[in-house]
Nanobody, 117 residues
Framework: QVQLVESGGGLVQPGGSLRLSCTAS????????MGWYRRAPGKEREVVAL???????SYADSVKGRFTISRDNAKNTVYLQMSSLKLEDTAVYHC???????????WGQGTQVTVSS
């Protein structure tokens, strides 16, 4: 079974930056669309950014212009560069393979991002 391992989270002040990474245990990334999601306390999980196998990207309005998704198929890794972080970006961030508009793999542990002064 493919496992997803997210890393790179941490505690950062408002306006700061973080780079998240998500690595899969197999090369199934290569021909699939990938997404970053987040779940804030007391809220539903929401999609943050998507990247297709052809490198087309899309973003939630709340992060547009601040976050950048990218991928390195040779490393089975997808990244999320986050800048100008806000308090409301605090959440557990997960990645997943996206098919038919839905995340299709079991969720990994995620990585906690806490934005606080």
């Amino acid at each position: 079974q493919v496992q997803l391992v997210e890393s790179g989270g941490g505690l950062v002040q408002p306006g700061g930056s973080l780079r998240l990474s998500c690595t899969a245990s197999s090369n199934m990334f290569n021909n699939n669309n990938m997404g970053w999601y987040r779940r804030a306390p007391g809220k539903e999980r929401e999609v943050v950014a998507l990247i297709t196998s052809s490198l087309t990207t899309s973003y939630a309005d709340s992060v547009k212009g601040r976050f950048t998704i990218s991928r390195d198929n040779a490393k089975n890794t997808v990244y999320l560069q986050m800048s100008s972080l806000k308090l409301e970006d605090t959440a557990v961030y997960h990645c997943n393979v996206v098919s038919g508009g839905r995340a299709i793999l079991p969720w990994g542990q995620g990585t906690q991002v806490t934005v606080s002064s």
